[in-house]
């Protein structure tokens, strides 16, 4: 019932750009500060962003300031990362995560950048 579909993961070449979206369902979204994390293989899963519910609040991630925007539509049940000036760095599974009364997680997407 409980659900966070992530997508808009893919390539891309250093320096472009990608959108991340984490549509959720099955709880009060609206309740819920968003994160979003990365991972690469063999290495701790890392914090990448933090949005609060209302959406006029964020915190970063010292590696990704200034570079990636998280922002939120309640109306749509969804959470983006906007990521630009991507670095081959970046590369990673992207995961969003739902915290509130409970926690969730969404399944992860895939995010390559070129070197």
């Known amino acids: 019932q409980v659900r966070l579909v992530e997508s808009g993961g893919g390539l891309a070449q250093p320096g472009g750009s990608l959108r991340l979206s984490c549509a959720a369902s099955?709880?009060?979204?609206?309740?819920?500060?968003m994160k979003w994390y990365r991972q690469v293989p063999g290495k701790e899963r890392g914090w990448v962003a933090t949005?609060?519910?209302?959406?006029?609040?964020?915190n970063y991630a010292d590696s990704v300031k200034g570079r990636f925007t998280i922002f939120r539509d309640n109306a749509k049940n969804t959470v983006y990362l906007q990521m630009n000036s991507l670095k081959p760095e970046d590369t990673a599974v992207y995961y969003c995560?739902?915290?509130?009364?409970?926690?969730?997680w969404g399944q992860g997407t895939q995010v390559t950048v070129s070197s």
């Open positions: 099955g709880f009060t979204f609206s309740n819920y500060f």
């Open positions: 949005i609060n519910g209302a959406g006029d609040r964020t």
């Open positions: 995560n739902a915290v509130g009364t409970y926690s969730y």
